[in-house]
């Protein structure tokens, strides 16, 4: 019998889930499913941090995070021996937090929003303050840190060597590192591609007003640095009843368990892979559906939350400006224009008041 070539074991579980595995979703359609998208990063940006001297035996790991990113750190951390300390806020749910402190981390959790940038300002303020406590820090700074769009290259270059050329890339986003930098690096090879940006209404990332979001994973208080808008040529916002329709339907029709940030850029992706059959369409999908069992994949908790029974749009309507996107699915050309370029212009066509 011929011999079979094994893979060896991997070093650790980051090594062996940090990139996704890409499965076909439709004739001209791709997902990258991650186990956990924010490993790579995480690894990533602490790799570079002790190369450059910024973190080593002694230091603590600071961040802000209520989501994938401090689950992430904390399988990182754990594993190089740093002490973690995540700010996070009531969004933590009780399974992340008991894991989070599984795995070593001191979770503090900020109660208050602040009047300005709601909770997200309250934990970076927090954040300010943990520095002065521990003398001897290192903050990766996701939203902010080049390192964890550059994290990406790697996931840019699977993608190449297994799809070949890609036409459009949809994306979840949240600190702009996985979008931006898949498709920087993707654009290398093909100046051309598409980038969508798959967001939620009402956050503050692509010009709207800043408010209460159902859906999870998605959208921010705050714009991050690291959200480069002149990267994008169209963004959507998904509304919450199609968002965990889709990640329902993902499960379902490709048995796909993962959670509602891959739902809504699956959501996206087929609809603008059906819609353009000629084109190469991949799917960036962040992380699985554990976290969401009893909540998402729970129709009683979809009913308590109004979108059971929900009529779900067949695709998004067409808007000129982020303001007329709040509320159900939307989406925009955006044109690779800067935040200001689609904001200001908008603001000063608005009607003035008569004294």
Known sequence: MPSLSLPTPSASIVE???LPRLVR???NLCGAAFTLMKLLPARFMLDRAEQRGELGPGTTVLETSSGTFALGLA?????RGYPLVIVGDPAIDPVLRRRLRDLGTQVEICHEPSPEGGFQRARLDRLEQLRAEYPRHYVPGQYHNPDNPNAYAVVAQQIAEAVGPVDCLVGPVGSGGSTGGTASFLRL??????????DTSPSTIFGQPDGPRAVRGLGNSLVPPNVRHTAYDEVHWAGAGEVFRATRDLHAGHALYMGPTSGAAFLVARWYAERHPD???VALLPDEGHRYQDSVYQ????????VLDQEIAAEPRTVAC???ALGGWARMEWGRRSLDDVVQPAASSSPMETP
């Open 16 to 18: 062996a889930t940090e």
């Open 279 to 281: 084109e190469q369409v």
């Open 189 to 198: 090879l093909a100046p051309g591609l598409r980038l969508i940006g798959v």
């Open 322 to 324: 982020p303001d007329d």
């Open 25 to 27: 979703l439709g004739p």
């Open 299 to 306: 129709d009683d908790w979809l009913r308590g939350q109004g």
């Open 75 to 79: 399988m990182v951390c754990r594993l």
